[in-house]
C-alpha cells in the first residue's frame, strides 16, 4: 500500500511509500494561515482542517490470495485514542477499532480520500499527533 500526495492535497513526507506523514504546521481556530492543500472551516464550536491524500493498493507478489483477488478491503484506526479531537477518513470517524473504509478497492488504482481533523474551540493550544494504521486485505 502506498499513499501518495494528491495534487489538491497536503504535501506528504515519503509520499509513495507505506510510511507517509503530513504536517499541517501552526493552524489557529480564526486567522492565520493553513498549508497549500487544506482547506479550515469554523462551526459553532469547533474547526476542521480537511486535505485529499491518495492510496494506491497493489497486489502481493507471493500471497496467493492477493493474485486471486479483484478486489480489497481497506480498514483504518488510530494508534492511540483522542478523547478530544475528530479524526475522519472518508467522513467515516476513527478510533482505536479498526473500520472498513471502502469494502471494494480496486488494485493498482490511485484512489483519492479526503482527511479530515476536527479541533474544539475547548481544546488548550499545543501539538496534536495521532498515527494512522491502515490494512488492505484481499477479498
Given at each position: 500500500?502506498?499513499?501518495?500526495?494528491?495534487?489538491?492535497?497536503?504535501?506528504?513526507?515519503?509520499?509513495g511509500t507505506a510510511a507517509t506523514s503530513a504536517n499541517f504546521g501552526t493552524?489557529?481556530?480564526?486567522?492565520?494561515?493553513v498549508p497549500s492543500g487544506v482547506t479550515k472551516t469554523a462551526g459553532a464550536s469547533s474547526f476542521t482542517l480537511n486535505t485529499t491524500?491518495?492510496?494506491?493498493?497493489?497486489?502481493?507478489?507471493l500471497d496467493i490470495l492477493d493474485l486471486l483477488s479483484s478486489s480489497y478491503t481497506l480498514t483504518a484506526k488510530l494508534q492511540a485514542a483522542d478523547a478530544q479531537n475528530i479524526w475522519k477518513w472518508n467522513s467515516i470517524t476513527l478510533s482505536t477499532t479498526a473500520t472498513t473504509i471502502t469494502s471494494g478497492g480496486t488494485?493498482?488504482?490511485?484512489?483519492?480520500?479526503t482527511f479530515s481533523l476536527t479541533v474544539p474551540f475547548s481544546a488548550a493550544a499545543g501539538t496534536i499527533s495521532n498515527t494512522i494504521q491502515m490494512t488492505a486485505v484481499a477479498n
Open positions: 500500500m502506498q499513499l501518495v500526495h494528491d495534487p489538491a492535497g497536503i504535501a506528504l513526507s515519503g509520499s493552524v489557529a481556530a480564526f486567522g492565520g494561515t491524500i491518495d492510496i494506491n493498493v497493489s497486489k502481493g507478489l488494485y493498482t488504482s490511485t484512489t483519492p480520500y
